[in-house]
């Protein structure tokens, strides 16, 4: 009875404070610190069904706003830019309070943010930067550039050339290794790749590491829109001009789990994966399903978990201080500067998974059933 009473009171309490603050609704160009959370949207823009990060993150955010009694508009763009655009300027028009994006070119969105800044609502970048525009208003992603540094530790441990405590292998190399970036228009590639071949390059300089088909610049091993048969295709090439001598790939250093699927598809084909010829290590991101099962069967050899369920925490979190005036609180503000600012950052932690510790990172931590693992499909 007493509790009825007293959600009755905060009710009035909070139907007088909303008539205090002269009743602004969503998407007006005011505060929102007064409107009750059922009359907020929050735009959450993904850029693709394909990959099955983008779907666990968005599932994630939407669930997280939800809870908290936010309605939710979830748009994916299927990897077009047009779309992307669209959707977002949708979400504006639409009276949406804050944007949470993904871009898929991290370019291309300067007007929309132009259009929301003039409204008001605030932009968070959703572990893409967004770049070229001052009208980023925070950031929430990993620390990128030691993705790429993990990828090409495991890399150098999967060679021998590394123990797994990071301490010297007893392997001497010279290996035949061959690399691939991301997509050129989205700013994480970049960093990954520094990561990657500041890592890798006291091995290329001493000589125990050689990039036999000599592409070693990143706008010669980007794969556009981060394309799985993109990716096949480029490692068919390679072995055909470049292993056409009877040499083999000995390491392949790949920054997302689909590329690295098709690489291993193409190194099937032309006959790797065997015990006379076996299959290369190839690096990983994302923890995908379908790699975990493949690292599992010890396919692949590992790939970097990034826990999409705190990335949307965070990105929840910056959501509502927003909401409520207040500022999110960064934990880097000098790394992500976007061409035009810095812009402020929380960057959340990486592991590197290796068929030894799925158990521990992604079965014990709910992330996965041993059942998915094993099927290599998540429920
Ligand atoms: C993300 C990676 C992902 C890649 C492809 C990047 O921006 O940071 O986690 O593998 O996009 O979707």
Known sequence: ??????????????ALSLAACGGEGAGSDSSTSGDKPADLTIGVSMPT??????IADGNSVKEKLTAKGYKVDLQYANDDIPTQSQQVDQMITQGAD????????????SSQLQAAADKKIPV????????????VDFYVSFDNYKVGVAQANALLTGLGLLKA????????????????????DDNNAHFFFSGAMDTLKPFVDGGTVKVKSGQTKIEQVAILRWQQET???????LLTKSYNDGS??????????????????????AGYGTAANPMPPVTGQDAEIAS???????????????????????????????????????????TYDNGVKVVPSYLLPVVTVYKDNIKKELIDSGYYTAEEVAAGQAK
């Open 248 to 269: 083999k790939v000995q390491g392949v250093l790949s920054p997302y789990d689909g590329l690295s699927r098709g690489i291993i598809t193409a190194l099937q084909n």
């Open 1 to 14: 009875m007493s509790r009825k009473i007293l959600v009755a009171l905060g009710g009035v309490a909070l």
């Open 231 to 237: 990716a096949q295709k480029r490692m068919e090439d």
């Open 98 to 109: 804050v944007l949470i994006i993904a871009a898929i070119d991290g370019t291309a969105l």
């Open 49 to 54: 069904q394909t990959s099955e990060r983008w």
């Open 165 to 184: 405590d990071g301490s010297k292998g007893t392997a001497t190399g010279p290996f035949n290794i061959e690399l691939f970036a991301g997509s050129l």
């Open 124 to 135: 968070i970048a959703y572990d893409r930067l967004i770049r070229d525009s001052k009208n």
């Open 292 to 334: 975990v099962k493949l690292i599992n069967d010890g396919v692949q050899n590992s790939t970097i978990f990034k826990d999409t369920r705190l990335l949307a925490e965070q990105a929840v979190i910056a959501a509502e201080a927003f909401l409520q005036d207040k500022t999110p609180t960064a934990n880097d503000t000098k």
